[in-house]
Nanobody, 122 residues
Framework: QMQLVESGGGLVQPGGSLRLSCSAY????????IGWYRRAPGKDREGVAC??????STNYADSVKGRFTISRDAKTVYLVMNSLKPGDTGVYYC?????????????????WGQGTLVTVSS
């Protein structure tokens, strides 16, 4: 069974940092594009960052550019989040977009995880 598993969430003060990790089971992570998404309380899912498998190219939501960095190695996709704001609070999950990464994060997801909660609060 294919699945993605996230870790690294928690409570952090505004201005702080967190690193999220995404691991895959049942398929080779290195061969697929992977994105990070979040769902804030009362809001729709929002694409945050995505990294391709072919050349490691990345794209980011405007709201996180310059603060978040997505990267990958053979078995894990990471999301380093700096200068966190209360508006970054939400459940973060990684997903495998069916049609690859795109700036609008428009692709449906064919595999996704259960998510990890990030709370930014003083």
């Amino acid at each position: 069974q294919m699945q993605l598993v996230e870790s690294g969430g928690g409570l952090v003060q505004p201005g702080g940092s967190l690193r999220l990790s995404c691991s895959a089971y049942g398929f080779p992570l290195a061969y697929y594009p992977i994105g990070w998404y979040r769902r804030a309380p009362g809001k729709d899912r929002e694409g945050v960052a995505c990294i391709s498998s072919r050349d490691g190219s990345t794209n980011y939501a405007d709201s996180v550019k310059g603060r978040f960095t997505i990267s990958r190695d053979a078995k894990t996709v990471y999301l380093v989040m700096n200068s966190l704001k209360p508006g970054d609070t939400g459940v973060y999950y990684c997903g495998r977009p069916t049609r690859g990464c795109d700036p609008a994060f428009s692709s449906e997801l064919e595999v996704w995880g259960q998510g990890t909660l990030v709370t930014v609060s003083s």
